[in-house]
């Protein structure tokens, strides 16, 4: 097991509606003052990362959504140690204007900003937006070459690059990122296009919540491929999170969530992803095997099972970290609320567990 403690990240409610397409009261905003707030609760409480969402248009009840590189930038200057993590769509965006504003967000912030590289799933969204949607292992193929270039462009000068998605010759950064050798890289995913690309250029994988054995074998996997081509990646796993007193109030709110899902706004959801994971020469990946009940949580984050009370939950995350896990990303229904809770109730567990583990392995 890792001598690391665990990480956490909350997702940033950047987009309305909240984690879950459900009609249950959700004491969380998507508004700037809302997010400040939560952000600097959230560095308090001991996260460490925030990642905010791109999204273009509506969907399933993200009616509202501010965009995420300029909303990671003022959740930054509203705290101290947070890294706040920006997701970026290849397409909209190309790589040299990432690297440029990513570059100057990291100078500002003290070298705090990382970035999310997202292939996309909405295809609704690219029609919407005019922008031209490529099969599913095509995507990342792009996102393959976006994540090299940017990190040709951020730590070396005359970058010359020759992709079919992508071009560089001499091109000299300046000023290059703080961070060295780069700010971090983050992907999601979970099929097999996704793995390989976390297995030989992202820092970063995230993947859909799921159980700890389907996460084992999905890290076991990509740590076997990545090895291979001598590179390091680490693992971040979604997961809803409902503590609670009793296990019996969090079952509770669960069951709420799901009796008050929209189903039309579910089941169109679920329609949707299909040109996820589902639609990969393999036909796994995210989504592809999600329920009813998975996808009233946008990235199946009931399957974590991060329900129950402090000890349940600090428990489940410590045997997450034992299969290889190195970030728990997670969500909330009333953020501001529930994630002074996890600071104060769940995080000391962790790390209770945690040193019993290593002065046990000791
Ligand atoms: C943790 C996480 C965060 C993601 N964030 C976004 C996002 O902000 N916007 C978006 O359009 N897609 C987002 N995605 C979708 C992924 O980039 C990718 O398109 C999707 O997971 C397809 O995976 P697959 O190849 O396994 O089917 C996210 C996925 C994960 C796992």
Do not use: C
Not at 86 to 112: C, F, H, S
Not at 226 to 249: L, M, P, S, Y
Not at 300 to 323: M, Y
């Amino acid at each position: 097991m890792s001598t690391e403690n665990i990480k956490f990240a909350y997702w940033v409610p950047n987009v309305s509606g909240g984690l879950v397409v459900s009609n249950i009261e959700q004491r969380t905003s998507w508004d700037i003052d809302y997010n400040r707030k939560l952000a600097q609760i959230a560095e308090n409480a001991g996260f460490e990362y925030a990642l905010s969402q791109i999204r273009f248009t509506a969907g399933y009840g993200a009616e509202f959504q501010h965009e995420s590189v300029s909303f990671s930038h003022a959740l930054l200057a509203a705290t101290t140690k947070l890294k706040v993590i920006a997701a970026i769509l290849p397409g909209p965006w190309n790589p040299v204007l990432a690297a440029k504003q990513l570059a100057t967000i990291d100078i500002l912030t003290e070298g705090r900003v990382a970035v999310n590289i997202v292939s996309g799933w909405f295809r609704g969204e690219f029609t919407a937006i005019g922008e031209h949607w490529l099969d599913h292992d095509e995507r990342y193929r792009r996102s393959k070459e976006f994540i090299e270039a940017l990190k040709g462009i951020w730590t070396q000068d005359n970058f010359t690059y020759r992709g079919d998605f992508y071009r560089f010759s001499n091109y000299s950064l300046k000023p290059k990122p703080l961070q060295q050798p780069h700010p971090e890289i983050f992907q999601g995913g979970s099929s097999r296009a996704a793995r390989d690309m976390a297995a030989s250029v992202s820092d970063w994988y995230f993947t859909n919540g799921n159980t700890v054995e389907g996460i084992k074998a999905q890290i076991d996997d990509i740590r076997a491929k990545a090895a291979a081509n001598n590179h390091q990646v680490k693992i971040g796993v979604n997961a809803f999170v409902i503590a609670r007193d009793t296990e019996e109030e969090a079952k509770a709110v669960l069951a709420e969530i799901i009796a008050k899902a929209n189903p039309d706004a579910v089941n169109a959801f679920g329609h949707e992803v299909k040109n996820a994971g589902a639609s990969s020469p393999e036909k796994e990946g995210n989504w592809a095997k999600s329920t009813f009940e998975d996808l009233v949580q946008y990235n199946d984050g009931f399957k974590t099972n991060l329900i129950g009370t402090p000890q349940q939950i600090a428990e489940r995350i410590v045997a997450l970290k034992a299969v290889g896990v190195d970030l728990i990303l997670s969500g909330f229904l009333h953020f501001q609320e529930e994630v002074a809770y996890f600071g104060e109730k769940v995080l000391p567990l962790v790390r209770e567990l945690e040193a019993k583990k290593l002065a046990k392995a000791a």
